[in-house]
């Protein structure tokens, strides 16, 4: 028989194809995409923030505008007074969220205004005769005759409005009320 020369074998391996892309590490660029949705986050919730708190005092400022020109239309003094109290009321309810002022009466929430205010603690407003308004006109009718200076009072909660707040420690605001 005939034996047919043999071929050299070629010592050859296989295609092989390369590993998969791993997901990780992440390229930089995803990187970059992943702060940046971050800082877009965080700049949309600082900015909510911040146009919240100026809605408050945007509101609160046209609410007292359009009570001051309900007084020039009646100049009734009683529904002045009243108005005032209640704005007095639900601004420092917004102003401070976490604590208990709405159990506030009396010389108490006079003390609490003055406390809270930006003014000087020498310079009691709320607890003088003017402020002392504020303590009963929520609770006359309607057309009771109230005598005391409109403009001084209206000049007085627009300060308080107005000005920045001091916080009034928790602490501080609950032995005022247990007591």
Same mark, same amino acid.
């Given at each position: 028989?005939? *034996?047919?020369?043999? *071929?050299?074998?070629?010592? +050859?391996?296989?295609?092989?194809?390369?590993?998969?892309?791993?997901?990780?590490?992440?390229?930089? @660029?995803?990187?970059?995409?992943?702060?940046?949705?971050?800082?877009?986050?965080?700049?949309?919730?600082?900015?909510?923030?911040?146009? +919240?708190?100026?809605? &408050? #005092?945007?509101?609160?400022?046209?609410?007292?505008? %359009?009570?001051?020109? $309900?007084? $020039? +239309?009646?100049?009734?003094?009683?529904? &002045?007074? $009243?108005?005032? %109290?209640?704005?007095?009321?639900?601004? =420092?309810? =917004?102003?401070?969220?976490?604590?208990?002022?709405? @159990?506030?009466? @009396?010389?108490?929430?006079?003390?609490? +205004?003055?406390?809270? %205010?930006?003014? /000087? =603690?020498?310079?009691? #407003?709320? *607890?003088?005769?003017?402020?002392?308004?504020?303590?009963?006109?929520?609770? &006359?009718?309607? #057309?009771?005759? &109230?005598?005391?200076?409109?403009?001084?009072?209206?000049?007085?909660?627009?300060?308080?409005?107005?000005?920045?707040?001091?916080?009034?420690? $928790?602490?501080?605001?609950?032995?005022?009320? %247990? /007591?």
């Amino acid at each position: 028989m005939n *034996q047919l020369p043999t *071929q050299p074998t070629l010592n +050859l391996r296989d295609i092989h194809l390369p590993d998969p892309i791993s997901w990780w590490p992440i390229a930089p @660029g995803w990187w970059m995409i992943i702060a940046s949705v971050i800082l877009v986050i965080a700049v949309v919730f600082i900015a909510k923030n911040i146009y +919240l708190k100026k809605q &408050l #005092n945007r509101d609160i400022k046209a609410e007292l505008e %359009s009570i001051k020109k $309900q007084y $020039q +239309l009646t100049k009734n003094k009683s529904s &002045l007074a $009243q108005s005032l %109290s209640l704005l007095l009321r639900r601004a =420092s309810i =917004s102003y401070y969220p976490k604590t208990d002022i709405a @159990g506030l009466i @009396g010389n108490k929430w006079l003390a609490y +205004l003055d406390d809270t %205010s930006n003014r /000087s =603690s020498a310079n009691k #407003n709320f *607890q003088s005769e003017i402020g002392k308004i504020l303590l009963s006109a929520p609770y &006359l009718p309607e #057309n009771a005759k &109230l005598d005391f200076d409109a403009k001084k009072l209206i000049h007085l909660c627009e300060a308080w409005l107005y000005s920045s707040h001091k916080k009034t420690p $928790q602490a501080k605001l609950l032995r005022e009320t %247990s /007591s």
